[in-house]
C-alpha cells in the first residue's frame, strides 16, 4: 500500500482544509472578516505570482483585473443573474483573461522597467475610466447578494478559503505542466525556452491571462464579501503594493501568497492598533522587498531552500574520472539532412557570414571550428532562427526552415544548445530534461540517458549542479526530443580535459543511438578528432576548408586561421 508522505500535496490539502475549519470554529468574527480580506489578496497575489515570481516579468495593474472582476459580479447581481454568487465570481474571472491576454502582448516585445510602465499607464487609464463608469449598485446601494449557505462572515471565510485552495491545487498542477515549466525557463533565459520548442509569445500571455483570471476571481470574492464595491477599492497604488508584496513574499508559491495576503491586511491593522499611521505598513513592504532583491531570495525561497538542505543528499554528480576505453570510429552518413545554402548574416558594417554552404549529413558527427570571432555563434544563431535578418536558406530533411521561428524549427527537430550556462536552476534534473525533451518520455528513458551522460540523481535541483554537469544536462535535455540534428555549442566548456574525451565519445555514440546527426563547435581540437568524421572550418565569415580531420586539420590555410600567417609558415 502506498503511504502518503507527511510533507506530500495530499497531506498539505488535508492540513489546508483542517487549518480552515479550526479558524473557522475558535476565531472571532472581526478577525474572520480580515482573514477573508487576507484570502482576497492571496488569490490575488497568486495570480501575480505566475507574471512576476514564475516568469519574471512585471505587472502593475493587478487591481484592474480585480476591479473588472468585481464589476461583472455586481453587474451580474443587479441584473439577477442565473446561478449566484459563486457562479458570478468565476464568470468574473474569466471576463477578465481577455483583459489578461491584451496586457500581454506589450510584455511580447518589453521588459523590465519598459514593461512596467506600461502597465502601470493601463491601471492609470482603468482607474478613470472605472471610476466614471461607477460600480453597478454602488449609487442605489444595492449589495451583492450571498447564497444563504455563505451568508454569515464565517461560512463566507471559509468559502473564500476554498476558493484560495482550489486555486492553489490548480496552480500546483499547471505548475507541472509544460506551460509552468516555461515559466519558469522564461525568467531564466527567453532564447533557450524558444531553442527548446516552447514559443515565448505563447508562454508569456498565458501568463498574464492566468493572472488576470486569479485578479477577476479575488476581485469577485471581494464584492461578496463588502456587498457594495466602489472605486476606491481598486486604487493603483494598491497594485504597487501587491507587486512589492509579491516580490517580498514569493507568491508564485501558495504559502508566499497566504503569507503576503496575510501581511498586507495585518501589518497596517497591528499599526492602527498601536497608533501609527495605518499607511506606514507599506514601508515594512519595501524594506522586505529589497531584502529579497539583495538576496535574489524571497521568503518562500528562503524557507523552501533551507527545508531542502535538510534533506538534501550531499552527493555530487558522479563523474567518470577514468580516461576513456578505446575510441569509437566516428562515422559518416550519406543522406544530406540538414542542408545550408548561401547563409550569410551582417552586423552593420560587419559581415558576420558571407554565403556560407553547409551540408551535415544523417547520422553523423560534424565539427564545426574556426578561431575565435569567425562566425560559428553567428552560424548557429542564423541556423536556428535567432536572426531574423539573416539571408539564405536551411532546408531540415528535405523540409524548408526559412522565416520559421525558434521554436518551431526546434519542433521540426533542428535543436541546439548555448555557450553560456542557460538551464534554469528553479527546475530538478528530471524537470528539465521532461520539458526540454517535448514530448512524453517515461522513467526509464530519463534514467537512461543521466546514465549515457552521467547526470547523477534526476531528483537533484539543476542549482546544486556544477557549470559542467548543467552543460551536459542541456545536451541531455535537447537529446530527449530525438532532434534530426543537434547543434552543439562548446558543450565542454566547464569540463576537465578527461571528461571532455569522455563526452566525446559519448557524442560519437549519438547517431547510432538516437538517429541524430551533430553539428559540434568547439575549440578543443583533440575532441573534434576524437568526435568527428567530418569537419568544417570558418574564418572571417566563410568557410575555408573541410573534409575529414586529420587531413583538414593539416591543411595550411587552417594552420594560418588559428596561427597568423608568420607562425603557420614558421
Ligand atoms: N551582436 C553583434 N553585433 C555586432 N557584431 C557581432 C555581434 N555578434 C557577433 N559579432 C561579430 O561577428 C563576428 C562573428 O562572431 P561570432 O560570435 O559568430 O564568432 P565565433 O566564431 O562564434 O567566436 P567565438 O569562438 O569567440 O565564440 C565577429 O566579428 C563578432 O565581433
New binding site residues.
Partial sequence: MRRVEATGPAAQLVGALAVIAVLAAVVPQYWLFLGTSALVAAISLSGLGVVTGRAGMISLCQMSFMALGAWVVCELNVLGAPGGLIVWVLVGGLAAVPLGVLLGLPALRLRGVHLAVVTLGFAAAADVIIAAAGFPGATTFQPVLRPSLIAGDTAYFVFAALVFVAGAVAMRLLGRTRYGTAWRALRFSERATAAAGMSVPRAKLAAFALSAFFGGLAGGVLSGQIGVVTAQNFDTIDSLILLVVAVMAGSEYAGGAIAGGVLMVFVPEIFRGLGIPQDWGSLVFAVGAVQTLTTGLSMSEDLVRRFRRRRAVPAQAPRRTDEPGPAVTPVKGERPVLVVEGLSVA??R?T?LAEVDLVVPERTVMGLI??????????TDAVTGFIPGATGSVTLDGRKLDGLPVHRRAAAGLRRTF?QDRVPPGLTVAGFLRFSAHRRVSAAELEEMADFLNLGTLERHVSELDVGSRRLLEVAGALLSRPKVIILDEPAAGLAHAESMELAERLTEVPGRFGTSVLL?E?DLEMVRRACAEVVV?DF?QVIAAGPPATTLARPEVARAYLGDEVALA
Fill in positions: 552586423y552593420g560587419i558576420a574556426g578561431p575565435n570571432g569567425a562566425g560559428k555563434s553567428t552560424f555557450q563547435i575549440h570558418l565569415g
